[in-house]
């Protein structure tokens, strides 16, 4: 008696269910028909190009009849991918990947930069025994502005150079001077011109480690300018200064005790 019932139930549901089978085909050449319009449709939509759709399946309501008279999902259907998989352990709060040691190195340059006494010295202007092909005589201190060297001439065509710091734009300078003083840790005197263009400096500061005319001082004629050192090394090799030719303290003390008083300075 069950199975009869089972049967019949069957039999009853299989006329009323229309089971899709493929993925249909509209094309924009199919042939026109009537237009039947059911209660719950809308108005007929104008014909399409060729395109290709995902058959739907029916709501059959679960259970045993689902399950003979439903399509299983198909294999061969289409399927979005994502375009990008995330890659574990690069993102989120996961750990980063050990950064190469070129790139280290790097990465904590260009964080130095942002600081500028964390720059390091460019060996370039440590102080060396180079070849001199000018005509100053020894004991002449050239000044080369431009490239941000200063030369002590020693005669037979050698010369001890010197890195610098030079005038920013609008305060270089060339001419031909002579040191008329030298002085050691020595104190600082803004001149009236720079207070003007600088009201928040001190009227006056004594010689010391903080004092921007550093160890050793040589004034230049009857000029504001000075060779002296500063405590401010990474500024050697840039246009910093309002004029002065700055150097280094371990570097001016060196030329200090090399020169004379009357020594001739020319800058270029």
Not at 25 to 37: L, S
Not at 50 to 63: I, L, S
Not at 98 to 109: E, I, T
Not at 128 to 136: A, F, H, I, N, T
Request: proline share 11%; net charge positive.
């Amino acid at each position: 008696m069950f199975r009869k019932t089972t049967l019949a139930l069957l039999a009853g549901a299989s006329s009323l269910i229309a089971v899709p089978h493929h993925a249909m085909a509209i094309d924009a050449a199919a042939p026109a028909g009537p237009a039947v319009i059911y209660a719950n449709q809308g108005a007929p939509q104008p014909p399409m190009r060729t395109a290709y759709v995902q058959p739907q399946r029916p709501n059959m309501g679960g259970g045993f009849i689902e399950f003979l008279f439903g399509d299983a999902p198909s294999s061969q259907g289409y399927s979005p991918q994502p375009m990008y998989q995330q890659q574990p352990g690069y993102y989120g709060n996961r750990q980063l990947p050990p950064m190469d040691p070129q790139q280290q190195m790097l990465r904590q340059q260009e964080e130095a930069a942002g600081d500028p006494a964390q720059r390091p010295f460019d060996p370039r202007y440590e102080k060396q025994l180079v070849d001199y092909s000018g005509k100053e005589s020894a004991g002449t201190i050239v000044v080369d502005t431009p490239n941000k060297f200063l030369y002590l001439v020693q005669g037979d065509g050698r010369a001890l150079r010197y890195g610098i710091g030079v005038g920013r734009p609008g305060f270089t300078w060339a001419g031909v001077k002579t040191i008329s003083a030298k002085k050691e840790w020595p104190a600082w005197t803004p001149p009236p011109e720079m207070l003007a263009r600088r009201p928040d400096l001190p009227r006056h500061m004594e010689g010391g480690p903080e004092n921007p005319l550093g160890a050793r001082a040589m004034y230049l004629g009857s000029s504001l300018y000075r060779i002296h050192g500063s405590n401010e090394p990474w500024t050697i090799g840039t246009n910093v200064s309002s004029g002065c030719i700055r150097m280094r303290n371990e570097d001016v003390i060196d030329l200090y005790g090399r020169v004379n008083v009357g020594a001739r300075v020319v800058v270029m």
